[in-house]
């Protein structure tokens, strides 16, 4: 039922000047609005009220209150698709006047959108107009689900149904609605160009008293016992129909009607013909005995191609008189002189060289100047004109169209190169029906379009650098014509447009995503001249991005590892340039505060090696590069270390925590991981030894997490001194409540902070728990001594409330210490994270870090580099991640860590007791020029290992 789509060769796009209609019927129907407001229907929309003004942005969400104030001159826009129907039973009763009638619409507002859906209930039609005149209805879908009466017009007059569909399935059992029905009451009423799928038993029907009706252009399927139904109305024309009439009658007229029947088309195919007919045997055109001398037929088409198994089936049936043939029909009558039958006539376009093409009467009441999809009645040249008048129209509600053919050869040559850019296009195209046809080229640039005749080609110059559509139009007399358009010459710039690429680190809620890159690629300053871009991430992957250079964009990218990447944006422009540009982006780790548990607890041989898998230390969830553990060793058989490494990996010389018979010891430590590996924990003693493991945080370049924040060591308890609030020895199985938050530069949303503990002047042996305040459930191991010993112990607790809880588990009293030493929360000024293997950075007995072999004497302090060696960045470091050993000791003391450049600050980093090795973590923030301080706080020299874990590093890190 579709136009013909004119061949253009290759891609083309054709488009169809549709001719403009000379009016409505006999022109007894509304004119066309000349003023007045728009009232929008959206049930769609969010904002829609039946209570409001029926405005675009705030438009009704039914019909019927559209309807209720709608005024004259007004349009009633009604937007919606065939998932949300509007299933209501509207009745307008107001009318418009002669030169401002009511306009009811379902056009859609864009392309985009579809013709909206009115569903009929069952108890009504879907539509009623009732008592009113000047009403036009045009472009709207109705579903009819119950086959009931679809659209009523009572008591009206003046009234235009135009371009409406009735879709739903054909009824497999008898059913008795109509689909365009027109009461007694009605006058003056114009039913043009609709389609009626086979849904109710009467396609148009038109009541006993009714008169001026004009039932034109329209195409009726398959109605139950009639398509077009006329009954006792005066001076009604039935003009250029196509009725497609398996089973009943295509159009009948009764009960003393008055009229013209012409230049319709009534098919039936027998194939259609099943039990469910209602009359199988039905005429295709009938008008009864009361009516044959007040209606006038011709120029009408019998197209009656049913198989000999099929029953039998007349053609006309007039004043009872049945007629097999239209010659017959002719002969016996005197009416349908230009007849036709014995024809194959399906309902769609005429074929070429069809007897339908150009042999309808032209002057017949009601006819139309387009069809029923509202393309022109045109004349086609292969065809003589057998009709009668001008305009040649085909008969029925389709217009056979000339097929106009451009070459694939149209298009502008070359499409590409510098401004000024020279072209030239040919203008090949055809007229099926050998028209005579003009072009004209519009060249896209404001110029003037070029015209001429078919067949020689057009040049132009582009003098400003940009990208135009050309279009080629190609018309023919009548207005038919065909458009051929090329989007895409390039007149380029003398250089090409500049790339520009910048990246950040995700952020969220205050914490980052520190291996989730957000890149910026803004839109270059011609836009129009990019053809593609490719954006390399640096670790051999890359996106191709989207192809609209007009606004910035921003890709987005996981990386699987910290690490340093060059990413790089490659532009190429539409003449095959390239220009690039790159950012580096700095793939860290953030901070993941668990809820600390004790993992494990095995015992390990001597020598022996404890292989911990991700699952076991929680550190196979996203992007999980390190954990921070808490070890604590027991049941020695002889001093040691353990040394924690990365499965897979060579064992390094390094130490994570010692021990020796008879004593508890603990630490904390951080060691790489893998989401699906695991890490190894070496006995380097010639004892065995038990170890209990906890996990106290992870580090993941995946999950949204904190950054760390490390300061210059301050001392917020000494219950010595009465700092923090509590003076004097805490008794055993005492606590102390330290705030932590909103002090010494740590915000009260702080998510977890790093302390060195200590105890001293223990009275006898024991050890120390920090909590956080509001839960038991964060609970962590400090340090183990014996009776008089100062023990230190680093650790890392979560903190809900801004405050810690410290408990003496010892019998007996000690002082307890806690110097802060960094604090974890919002990425804002903070620190990310990058893991390193295990490596020695310090050993005085040996030189390394120092450059000369000694002990650090008593009172003394070395400084010691952390950066631009072992994967440590040369700058930007704000701290180092360390595990601090002094071995066998020949005195009491501390050691006190810090950043060099800063005063020494009277803290513990690290405890130890003549004759006893102690190690530990110290997470140390590192001076301006890249160095730590370490300070001996004892009487004696010692020798000190420290062995690097990780750095972090300013965030966002820069280049």
């Known amino acids: 039922m579709h136009r013909s789509r004119p061949a253009l060769g290759l891609s083309l796009a054709v488009i169809v000047a549709a001719g403009v209609m000379s009016g409505w019927g006999t022109g007894r129907a509304a004119a066309e609005p000349v003023s007045g407001g728009t009232l929008y229907v959206d049930r769609g929309t969010p ?34 698709d065939s998932l949300s129907p509007y299933s209501e039973a509207v009745t307008l009763t107001r009318s418009g006047t002669s030169d401002q009638p009511i306009t009811f619409s379902g056009a859609p507002l864009s392309p985009s959108r579809s013709t909206a859906v009115l569903a009929a209930p069952a108890s009504a039609p879907a539509l009623t107009l009732k008592g009113v005149h000047d009403v036009r209805v045009e472009s709207l879908t109705f579903s009819d689900e119950h086959h009931s009466d679809v659209v009523a017009v009572t008591g009206s007059d003046h009234v235009t149904l135009d371009r409406l569909t009735v879709d739903n399935s054909a009824p497999t059992v008898p059913v008795i609605g109509t689909a365009i029905g027109v009461d ?28 001026r009706v004009t ?34 009658t295509g159009i009948s007229l009764d009960g003393g009607s008055s009229g013209v029947v012409e230049n319709n088309v009534a098919i039936t195919l027998g194939s259609m013909q099943t039990r469910a007919c209602q009359a199988p045997t039905a005429p295709l055109y009938a008008v009864s005995a009361d009516s044959t001398s007040q209606v006038t037929a011709d120029y009408n088409v ?34 349908g002189t230009h007849d036709i039958d014995g024809i194959h006539a399906y309902p769609s376009t005429p074929s070429e060289h069809s007897p339908l093409i150009d042999s309808a009467d032209a002057t017949a009441p009601g006819e139309l100047s387009t069809d029923s999809q509202t393309r022109p009645r045109v004349d086609d040249l292969l065809v003589d004109n057998t009709g009668n008048g001008t305009g040649h129209p085909d008969r029925g509600a389709l217009e056979r169209q000339d097929t106009l053919t451009i070459a694939s050869g149209d298009v502008p040559t070359p499409p590409k190169g510098l401004a000024p850019l020279g072209i030239s296009m040919k203008t090949d195209a055809t007229s099926s029906w050998g028209a005579a046809l003009a072009y004209s080229a519009d060249f896209g640039d404001g110029s003037d379009p070029a015209t001429g005749t078919p067949g020689t080609a057009v040049s132009h110059t582009y003098t400003t650098p940009g990208l135009y559509t050309t279009r080629i139009t190609f018309t023919e007399p009548d207005g038919t014509s065909a458009e051929k358009s090329y989007a895409g010459v390039a007149a380029g710039t003398a250089t090409p447009p500049a790339a520009a690429l910048s990246v950040a680190p995700d952020t ?7 291996g989730f890159a957000r890149f910026t690629v803004p839109a270059p300053a011609d836009p129009w001249e990019v053809e593609y871009r490719t954006l390399s991430f640096g670790d051999g992957t890359q996106d191709n991005l989207a192809a609209d250079a007009q606004e910035p964009t921003q890709p987005t990218h996981q990386y699987a590892a910290p690490g340093t990447y060059t990413a790089t944006l490659t532009q190429t422009d539409l003449l095959g340039r390239t220009t690039t540009a790159t950012t580096v982006f700095h793939a860290a780790d953030a901070f993941v505060a668990v809820t ?92 065995a030894v038990t170890v209990n493991v906890a996990t106290v945080g992870l580090q993941s370049h995946a999950q949204y997490a904190d950054t760390y924040h490390p300061v210059a060591p301050a001392r917020l308890l000494d219950t010595r001194t009465g700092t923090g609030g509590t003076r004097g020895p805490v008794g055993g199985g005492h606590s102390v409540t330290l705030p932590v938050g909103g002090t010494h530069g740590v915000p009260a949303g702080a998510h977890a902070v790093v302390l060195d503990v200590t105890a001293t002047t223990t009275k006898a042996s024991g050890d120390l728990t920090v909590a956080t305040h509001s839960t038991n459930d964060s609970i962590v191991s400090g340090p183990y001594w014996t009776t008089g010993q100062t023990a ?19 019998k007996a009293s000690a002082n307890l210490v806690a110097d802060l030493v960094g604090w974890y929360g919002t990425a ?74 800063t005063s020494r600050p009277g803290v513990y980093s690290l405890s130890f007791t003549k004759g006893h090795t102690a190690a530990g973590r110290a997470l140390v923030k590192a001076g301006t020029d890249g160095e730590i301080d370490l300070y001996n706080a004892g009487s004696a020299p010692v020798d000190v290992y420290a062995d690097l874990l990780g750095d972090y590093d300013v965030f966002p890190a820069t280049s």
């Open 596 to 687: 600390p548990q004790y993992d494990t607890e095995k015992t390990i041989a001597a020598h022996g090696v404890l292989k911990l898998s991700a699952a076991t230390l929680r550190a196979d969830s996203n992007g999980v590069d390190a954990v921070q553990l808490q070890l604590v060793t027991s049941n020695a058989k002889a001093n040691g270390a353990l040394t924690l490494y990365t499965h897979g990996t060579t064992r390094p010389g390094t130490a994570a925590i010692a021990f020796e018979p008879g004593r508890t010891a603990t630490a904390e430590t951080t060691v790489k991981v893998t989401p699906t590996g695991s890490v190894d924990l070496y006995n380097g003693s010639s004892g």
């Open 508 to 514: 969220a809620n205050g914490q980052v995503s520190a």
């Open 47 to 80: 904002s829609c009220s039946d209570s409001g003004t029926g405005t675009e942005s705030r438009p009704f969400c039914t019909v019927q209150a559209a309807a209720d104030v709608v005024e004259p001159g007004d349009t009633v826009r009604i937007l919606g």
């Open 792 to 810: 230190t112990t680093q650790v890392v607790i979560p903190v809900y409330d801004g405050k810690v809880v410290l408990h003496n588990e010892s």
């Open 302 to 335: 019998a197209a009656n191609d049913a198989p000999a198994s099929a029953p039998a089936r007349t053609e006309y049936s007039w004043a009872g008189t049945s007629y097999a043939t239209s010659a017959a029909f002719r002969d016996g009558t005197g009416q």
């Open 184 to 211: 007694g009451t009605s006058s003056d009423v114009t039913v043009s160009r609709n389609t009626l799928n086979p849904s109710t038993a009467y396609g148009v029907r038109v009541a006993p008293g009714a008169a």
């Open 828 to 901: 804002t000024g903070g620190s990310e994270f990058l893991p390193a293997a295990p490596a020695r950075i310090l050993d005085t007995r040996t030189g390394t870090g120092t450059g000369k072999v000694a002990r650090l004497a008593a009172h003394a302090a070395l400084k010691l580099r952390v950066t631009g060696a072992h994967g440590v960045p040369a700058t930007g470091v704000t701290a180092a991640d360390l595990n601090l050993t002094v071995p066998a000791p020949s005195g009491n003391g501390y050691l006190v860590a810090y950043p060099d450049g």
């Open 215 to 248: 039932v034109t252009t329209n195409m009726i399927f398959m109605q139950q016992q009639g398509g077009i139904a006329v009954s006792g109305a005066a001076d009604t024309d039935v003009t250029s129909n196509t009725v497609f009439a398996p089973c009943a």
